[in-house]
């Protein structure tokens, strides 16, 4: 499993202190600034690898060709293959072999509403920065088994797989954040400074 921490309107230097807090993979950690005021940031344990092995063509954050999306995740996503099959029938290209990448394309191609489909077998917490709309997205698996947090004030959206991650926000108590409901997922719209939940899942 991995760890993923990130957000808006928040110092660098905190996201790196943050990701250090969660106990997950020992194969990475990487920090990026996505846009302005814009911080992802994954731990990562990988259960599987992709591209070649001597590769980090799957390193997370995973970002589209055109570097209009960015995607962090925890999880893993089992039947994988069988939507990448489903993909590449569209003819829509792959550069490494690992599960991320799926995700990625999925969203690519149908946008938010691929959560919605009950027949994608996985254990997750995602989250997916989107240029073009301006907005970060985070999503829980259903059955809740990937714990998710975020914390919203008007001015600061912040998230993470861990609460004790939340500990590296200055003035921040452990009782500030939420933790998202299992087959929900929230979106933080920056231009408008809004967030809404949806829930995705109905058995």
Known sequence: MCGI?????????EV???ILKINRGDDGITTIELDKE???SARRHLVKKSGNDDTNSSDQPYFSTNKKIAIIFNGEFYNFDK???KLEKDNIKFSSTGDTEVFLKLYEKEGINFLYDNEIDSLYSIAIFDKKKNSIIIARDWPGRIPLYYFFDGKRFIFSSELKAFRAIKGMSLQDPEELEPGHYVEFNITTKKIKKI???KP
Do not use: W
Not at 6 to 13: A, E, L, M, S, V
């Open 199 to 201: 829930k995705f899942f």
């Open 5 to 13: 921490f990130g957000g808006y309107n928040i110092k660098k230097n």
């Open 38 to 40: 814009v911080i992802f």
């Open 16 to 18: 790196e202190n943050a």
């Open 83 to 85: 939507y990448k099959k």
